[in-house]
C-alpha cells in the first residue's frame, strides 16, 4: 500500500524549500514554516555541533511561538545530514536530531538503514536525494520513507536525467513519498511537478533570493542577471559534479578550459577537506537553470503567498482544458 507522509495534507503548498549549503539558516526555515511549507537546512551550516543543537532550540521556540500566537499549525522543518565517512559529525548531529525530534531528515551521499532507524525511533521521516534508479533502489533498501529525485538542471550536485524520465522510473517500483527537484522557481513549476507524478516539489535556488537566506547581496544579483545558459555544470569545484554560476566560476579563476575537469581544483593544501569545500562554496556560487525565472529578492511570506495564486492558476487553466475535448 502506497504510504505517503502524513503531513502533506495540512501544507497550504506542496513544496519543500531545500537545506543549501551555507545559504538556510533559522530565519528562512522559521518562515517557511509559519507559511505553510516545509523549511530546511543543512546541519554542517553551523561549525559546531554545539551551534547546531542552539539552531534547533531556535526553530522549535519560534515555530511553538507562532502556533501559540496565532492559533496556526507551522509546517514541520527538516535537517539535512550527510550520510559519508568524510563527516566526522554524523554521530554526533544525528543524535542531536534524535534528541530533539526533528520532523524530517534528509539524507545525502548515502542511504544507511541505522541512521533510518534513528529516525523512525521517535516517529521522523527520512528522505534521501537520487539522482538515479541504482541510488533510489539502495535507498528504497534501506527503508526510507520518500526520495528526492535531483533532475538535470537542479542546483548544487544535480544528476543529468530529465525530470519526467526520472519520476517515472523511480515511481515504477517506490510508491512512498517522491520529491521533484530542478528547474522549480514558481507556482506554475510546482503544479508541472504533480502532473508529473511528484508529491512535493523541492525548491532551492529560488529561496536564495529571498530576504531571509543568508546570501550576500552578489550572489542574489547573480542570480538575477543569470540564465539557464550561464549554469555551468562541473565537477571542477568539489570533485562532484554540480551546477554553478558561471560567472563566478571565472571570477574564481576557473576558466572554461578547467570546466571538464574531473577533480576538484586544489584551493590551498593548508585547508583540510571540509574548510576547502566551505571556502570554495563560499566564493563559487550554486545555482539551478531555474535562474532563468528569478529577477527580484522577496521574504519568503510574499513568495509562497504570490507561489500559491501561481499554482492554483495553473491548476484551473489545466481543468479548464477539459471542456474542449
Known amino acids: 500500500?502506497?504510504?505517503?507522509?502524513?503531513?502533506?495534507?495540512?501544507?497550504?503548498?506542496?513544496?519543500?524549500?531545500?537545506?543549501?549549503?551555507?545559504?538556510?539558516?533559522?530565519?528562512?526555515?522559521?518562515?517557511?514554516?509559519?507559511?505553510?511549507?516545509?523549511?530546511?537546512?543543512?546541519?554542517?551550516?553551523?561549525?559546531?555541533?554545539?551551534?547546531?543543537e542552539q539552531w534547533l532550540v531556535e526553530i522549535k521556540h519560534d515555530l511553538d511561538q507562532?502556533?501559540?500566537e496565532t492559533g496556526k499549525k507551522a509546517a514541520p522543518f527538516g535537517v539535512n545530514l550527510i550520510v559519508h565517512?568524510?563527516?566526522?559529525?554524523?554521530?554526533?548531529?544525528?543524535?542531536?536530531?534524535?534528541?530533539?525530534?526533528?520532523?524530517?531528515?534528509?539524507?545525502?551521499?548515502?542511504?544507511v538503514s541505522t541512521v533510518v532507524d534513528a529516525i523512525h525511533?521517535?516517529?521522523?521521516?527520512?528522505?534521501?536525494?537520487?539522482?538515479?534508479?541504482?541510488?533510489?533502489?539502495?535507498?528504497?533498501?534501506?527503508?526510507?520513507?520518500?526520495?528526492?529525485?535531483?533532475?538535470?538542471?537542479?542546483?548544487?550536485?544535480?544528476?543529468t536525467i530529465n525530470p519526467m524520465s526520472l519520476v517515472a522510473d523511480i515511481k515504477s517500483f517506490f510508491d512512498k513519498t517522491i520529491l521533484l527537484s530542478g528547474c522549480i522557481s514558481n507556482g506554475r513549476d510546482i503544479a508541472s511537478a504533480m502532473q508529473m507524478?511528484?508529491?512535493?516539489?523541492?525548491?532551492?535556488?529560488?529561496?536564495?533570493?529571498?530576504?531571509?537566506?543568508?546570501?550576500d547581496e552578489g550572489y542574489r544579483n547573480m542570480i538575477i542577471e543569470s540564465s539557464?545558459?550561464?549554469?555551468?555544470?562541473?565537477?571542477?569545484?568539489?570533485?562532484?559534479?554540480?551546477?554553478?554560476?558561471g560567472k563566478s566560476l571565472e571570477a574564481m579563476g576557473i576558466t572554461k578550459e578547467m570546466w571538464s575537469l574531473k577533480a576538484k581544483v586544489d584551493f590551498g593544501s593548508e585547508l583540510d577537506a571540509a574548510k576547502a569545500e566551505a571556502k570554495a562554496?563560499?566564493?563559487?556560487?550554486?545555482?539551478?537553470?531555474?535562474?532563468?525565472s528569478i529577477s527580484d529578492v522577496l521574504p519568503t511570506a510574499e513568495l509562497v503567498s504570490r507561489m500559491k495564486k501561481e499554482f492554483r492558476e495553473a491548476i484551473e487553466q489545466q481543468y479548464k482544458l477539459l471542456d474542449l475535448y
Not at 550561464?230 to 551546477?243: L, P, W
Open 1 to 52: 500500500m502506497s504510504e505517503k507522509a502524513p503531513f502533506i495534507k495540512d501544507l497550504s503548498l506542496p513544496a519543500v524549500a531545500a537545506p543549501m549549503f551555507l545559504i538556510s539558516g533559522p530565519k528562512l526555515v522559521v518562515e517557511c514554516c509559519k507559511n505553510g511549507i516545509v523549511g530546511t537546512f543543512p546541519a554542517l551550516n553551523q561549525r559546531t555541533t554545539e551551534g547546531f
Open 66 to 68: 507562532f502556533e501559540k
Open 85 to 111: 565517512h568524510t563527516n566526522p559529525r554524523l554521530e554526533a548531529d544525528l543524535a542531536m536530531c534524535v534528541k530533539h525530534k526533528v520532523p524530517l531528515i534528509i539524507t545525502s551521499l548515502g542511504a
Open 121 to 159: 525511533s521517535y516517529g521522523g521521516l527520512v528522505f534521501h536525494d537520487v539522482i538515479m534508479r541504482r541510488h533510489a533502489i539502495k535507498a528504497a533498501a534501506a527503508g526510507v520513507d520518500g526520495l528526492i529525485l535531483v533532475a538535470a538542471g537542479a542546483g548544487g550536485h544535480a544528476g
Open 197 to 215: 507524478g511528484a508529491d512535493l516539489a523541492y525548491l532551492g535556488t529560488r529561496f536564495i533570493n529571498t530576504t531571509e537566506s543568508r546570501a
Open 228 to 245: 539557464a545558459s550561464d549554469i555551468v555544470y562541473t565537477a571542477a569545484v568539489s570533485g562532484v559534479s554540480a551546477n554553478f554560476l
Open 281 to 292: 562554496w563560499k566564493t563559487i556560487w550554486s545555482a539551478g537553470q531555474g535562474v532563468t
